[in-house]
């Protein structure tokens, strides 16, 4: 499977799907609604053929919800579905149920097999009507779901979910292997001694955001002004999330390239954030991993994960050696058994990709390293 985006061009009949994504989030809503109704009411779950068949009684006799295809709809149903068995199976890890949403927040529709058709190279017919798009790279292999999404500028973007086995990178292999450790200060510490910093995007742009929504709280609710600066400050936020995504799938391809093999540890994010807050989520480490796994899977590499529990900060490269304690402010420690000096991030990236070799069943690192070299 593979996911194209294409950015659709401004026409004054793109109204017309920007009022179909008003009506899916209101169908949203009203599943929402009968969701919790039904379970006050007879305190089980709603299942979801039961919600569509009700939905689609209810469809017939709005005309605003008949904007929204039969397809979307269902999608409607099955995604909030599968929210709801995510929350009964994860509650206890502090995974909430689904809630409302603004309308006029709600982002998308997606369509399956049917409702749209290609027209030519770039105009896709969704619905009686025709919309061109920027077709920024071939669409090859068969469409699986169609997806229209709306920015919070009011752009709106086609998504396509493709089915595509014929297009494989060619493989290539360097026989190496890497642990990565992730830190504040560098973005990652590689266990070879290489140090990637973080441009950290938001932490650039701060004042720019801090004028920006200034200006937007000082407008009047409802006026112009106010839309005018709400879209300058998102226009930032873009900008911001652009910058960040183009440098996470750079650096992903730089490292595949590099090792075959890279070792990360688990990461407790929500304790992260809790402690550091807005720098975590500048850095956006659990979004970089997401897209190294994309790029790693294509270029057939692989990811291996080792337990948060290891000590991997605490424990010695050189001898094994494990502290009792090791406070976040050190950053240098001398082993008090074989007297070597450990920098935190570089020792911890060390006993990653030790770890990380046993795990895949390459040994001793050392010794694996050894044997590439000669």
């Keep these: 499977m593979k996911t194209l985006k294409f950015k659709l061009y401004e ?49 017939k006799r709005n005309s605003f919800w008949q904007l929204v295809g039969s397809q979307a709809v269902q999608d409607i149903c099955q995604r909030i579905d599968k929210a709801y068995q995510l929350f009964f199976k994860h509650n206890k890890k502090g995974v909430r149920p689904p809630n409302f949403k603004k309308v006029r927040k709600y982002k998308s529709f997606t369509l399956k097999q049917a409702g749209y058709k290609f027209v030519g190279e770039n105009k896709v017919k969704i619905g009686l009507r025709g919309y061109q798009f920027w077709q920024s790279q071939e669409i090859e292999g068969k469409v699986k779901t169609l997806t229209i999404k709306r920015t919070p500028l009011g752009e709106l ?22 642990g990565f450790d992730f830190g504040l200060k560098t973005f990652l510490t590689c266990s070879d001694g290489t140090k990637i910093d973080s441009p950290q995007f938001f932490k650039q742009s701060i004042n720019g955001i801090k004028v920006a929504s200034r200006q937007h709280s000082k407008k009047v609710k ?47 994010l929500k304790g992260m954030q809790r402690l550091w807050g807005r720098k975590i989520n500048d850095l956006a480490h659990s979004e970089f991993l997401q897209r190294l796994e994309w790029v790693a899977k294509k270029k057939n590499k692989l990811i291996v994960y080792i337990s948060q529990w290891y000590p991997s900060s605490k424990t010695c490269s050189g001898c094994n050696h494990v502290l009792d304690k090791l ?24 006993n990653i990709c030790a770890v990380g070799a046993s795990t895949v069943g390459l040994g001793d690192v050392r010794q694996s390293q050894a044997a590439i070299s000669v």
């Design 11 to 59: 026409h004054k009949r793109n109204r017309y799907l920007k009022r179909t994504i008003n009506a899916a989030g209101a169908i949203y809503n009203h599943c929402i609604a009968l969701h919790k109704r039904y379970y006050r009411m007879w305190g089980k779950h709603l299942f979801c053929s039961k919600l569509q068949s009700h939905i689609a009684k209810l469809r």
């Design 157 to 178: 973007f086609m998504v396509l979910v493709v089915d595509n086995n014929s297009d494989k990178e060619v493989e290539s292999v360097t026989g190496k292997i890497a």
């Design 222 to 268: 409802g006026s112009k002004n106010r839309e005018r600066a709400r879209k300058n400050l998102a226009r930032k936020y873009e900008k911001i999330a652009n910058r960040r995504r183009d440098w996470f799938w750079k650096l992903a391809h730089q490292l595949t390239d590099k090792f075959d093999v890279l070792c990360f540890e688990t990461l407790n």
């Design 327 to 350: 406070d976040l402010s050190i950053r240098q420690w001398r082993c008090p058994s074989c007297k070597q000096i450990n920098g935190r991030d570089e020792n911890a990236s060390k």
